[in-house]
C-alpha cells in the first residue's frame, strides 16, 4: 500500500518570493514521482516526475523537486512565483513493478499575491 | 504530449435521471482508463479503473451499479451516473496511460452538478 501526505493545505505567498511545498510519501516498493498542477475547474498537468536518475528534476516553468530517498520525500520549490502559478499542486506516486494506479495527496492551494 | 479529452465539461442534471460523461484517448489506444472523483477542495479519490472489453474494477465503497462504466474500444470509456442525487453533484475526472508511458494524462474534468 502507498500513501502520499501534503502537509500543508495552503501555502500563501508574495509574488516574487520562494515557496516550497512538501510532499511525502510512505510506500513498501520503489515507486515513480510526480507532481500535477490543476487550475479551477480544469483536469491535471504534469509539472514535473522523477523516474531514475539524478535526484533533482526541473520544470520548464521554473520548478524543481528533490527526490529524497532516506527521508522518502519529494519537495517541489520554486525560488521566485508568479501570479499565474497560483494554483493547486498535488503530489503523486506510482509503483514502478507494475499496475497504473496513481495515489494522489491531498493537494496544497497556492496563492499567489502581490 | 498524449491528450485525452473529456465531455461534456459541465452538465446540470435532474434529481433522478442519469448522465453519462465520455472520455477519448485522441491519440493513443487506452487499454486502460481511470476515473476519479473530487470534492471540493479535496484530493482525487479513485472510484474505478476501466478496461478496455471487460468488466471495470471498482475501488472499495463505490457503488458499481449507481457508477456504470463502459470502455468499449481502445479510445473511448464512459461513466453513467445513474439515478443521479445531489450528493452525486462533484468533479469527476478521467486519465489514462499511453503505452510504454509512466506518465497519465488526464481529460479537462466534468462538472456535475444535480438539482
Known amino acids: 500500500a502507498q500513501s502520499v501526505t501534503q502537509l500543508d493545505s495552503q501555502v500563501p505567498v508574495f509574488e516574487e518570493a520562494p515557496v516550497e511545498l512538501r510532499c511525502n510519501y510512505s510506500?513498501?516498493?520503489?515507486?515513480?514521482l510526480f507532481w500535477y498542477v490543476q487550475y479551477p475547474n480544469q483536469g491535471l498537468q504534469l509539472l514535473l516526475k522523477?523516474?531514475?536518475?539524478?535526484?533533482l528534476v526541473e520544470s520548464i516553468n521554473g520548478f524543481e523537486a528533490e527526490f529524497n530517498k532516506s527521508q522518502t520525500s519529494f519537495h517541489l520549490r520554486k525560488p521566485s512565483v508568479h501570479i499565474s502559478d497560483t494554483a493547486e499542486y498535488f503530489c503523486?506516486?506510482?509503483?514502478?513493478?507494475?499496475?497504473?494506479?496513481?495515489?494522489f495527496g491531498t493537494g496544497t492551494q497556492l496563492k499567489v499575491e502581490l | 504530449g498524449a491528450v485525452v479529452s473529456q465531455h461534456p465539461s459541465r452538465v446540470i442534471c435532474k434529481s433522478g435521471t442519469s448522465v453519462k460523461i465520455e472520455c477519448r484517448s485522441l491519440?493513443?489506444?487506452?487499454?486502460?482508463m481511470f476515473w476519479y472523483r473530487q470534492f471540493p477542495k479535496q484530493s482525487l479519490m479513485l472510484m474505478a479503473t476501466?478496461?478496455?472489453?471487460?468488466?471495470?474494477?471498482?475501488e472499495q465503497g463505490v457503488e458499481k451499479d449507481k457508477f456504470l462504466i463502459n470502455h468499449a474500444s481502445l479510445t473511448l470509456s464512459t461513466l453513467t451516473v445513474t439515478s443521479a442525487h445531489p450528493e452525486d453533484s462533484s468533479f469527476y475526472i478521467c486519465?489514462?496511460?499511453?503505452?510504454?508511458?509512466?506518465?497519465?494524462?488526464f481529460g479537462q474534468g466534468t462538472r456535475l452538478t444535480v438539482v
Open positions: 491519440d493513443f489506444q487506452a487499454t486502460t
Open positions: 503523486a506516486v506510482r509503483s514502478r513493478g507494475g499496475g497504473n494506479k496513481l495515489t
Open positions: 486519465s489514462a496511460i499511453p503505452p510504454f508511458n509512466t506518465e497519465a494524462f
Open positions: 522523477y523516474l531514475s536518475g539524478s535526484t
Open positions: 476501466s478496461n478496455e472489453g471487460s468488466k471495470a474494477t471498482y
Open positions: 510506500s513498501s516498493v520503489s515507486v515513480y
